[in-house]
């Protein structure tokens, strides 16, 4: 699905990722796992384009564009309505406006925020705007979710909804590459986790 040969990103000079080789394969369940500035982030902005690799390549065979969802560390929200905020993930033709209306909150009521439609996105609070960002990301289907600590704002129980969410759409065949710093979510979500150091892959664990 997502091919990585002898990719490096540098920051100033200083190497923040260096992979010699790896495969992201179809329907995998990664979680990319390690300390602060390991590389996690920076490998997620790689794979979804936001980034360019400063040596070496990163091929994507047979996904579409608007197939791969990303979700940043910290997710840009918008200061309109909520509504509109996942709107705006959505193709804007005349005849599909109503029925982006309901698939937008449908997404906002799967993560339970659909009394927050009609607010400011600034008005919400932090696991409020987590919520948005996951109901943006999942409100059209995809084949690959790109995942930047979906769950490091939320609380308990909006931690198992997101992971119930994310679950589910794994089983209908959508990849995951997850970042996150607990090892349960991990256990719970992935199926290989990578570990980083320094930049580098340090270990992969199978489950
Ligand atoms: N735009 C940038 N300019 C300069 N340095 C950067 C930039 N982005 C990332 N870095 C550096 O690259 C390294 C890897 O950062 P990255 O964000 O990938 O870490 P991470 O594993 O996601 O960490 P965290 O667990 O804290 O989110 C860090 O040393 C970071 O300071
Ligand atoms: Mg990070």
Do not use: W
């Amino acid at each position: 699905m997502i091919k990585l040969v002898q990719v490096e990103k540098y920051f100033r000079g200083r190497p923040a990722l260096s992979i010699a080789a790896y495969t992201f394969e179809r329907g995998g369940r990664y979680a990319l796992m390690g300390p602060n500035g390991s590389g996690k982030s920076t490998l997620l902005r790689l794979l979804a384009g936001v980034l360019r690799p400063d040596a070496g390549e990163i091929r994507v065979e047979g996904l579409a564009a608007d197939a791969i969802g990303y979700m940043p560390q910290f997710p840009y929200i918008f200061g309109f309505s909520v509504l509109k905020n996942v709107l705006i993930a959505l193709p804007a033709g005349g005849a599909e406006r109503r029925t982006a209306r309901a698939a937008a909150l449908q997404a906002l009521e799967r993560l339970e925020i659909g009394h927050l439609a009609a607010r400011p996105g600034g008005t919400l609070s932090g696991g409020e705007k987590q919520r948005l960002a996951l109901a943006r990301m999942l409100v059209r289907p995809r084949q690959l979710l790109l995942l930047d600590e979906p769950t490091s704002s939320l609380d308990r129980a909006g931690t198992l909804l997101a992971e119930q969410v994310l679950a589910e759409c794994a089983r209908q065949g959508c990849a995951l590459v997850m970042a996150s710093h607990d090892q349960g979510q991990a256990q719970r979500l992935a199926r290989t986790v990578l570990l980083f150091e320094s930049g580098r892959l340090a270990g992969e664990d199978q489950f």
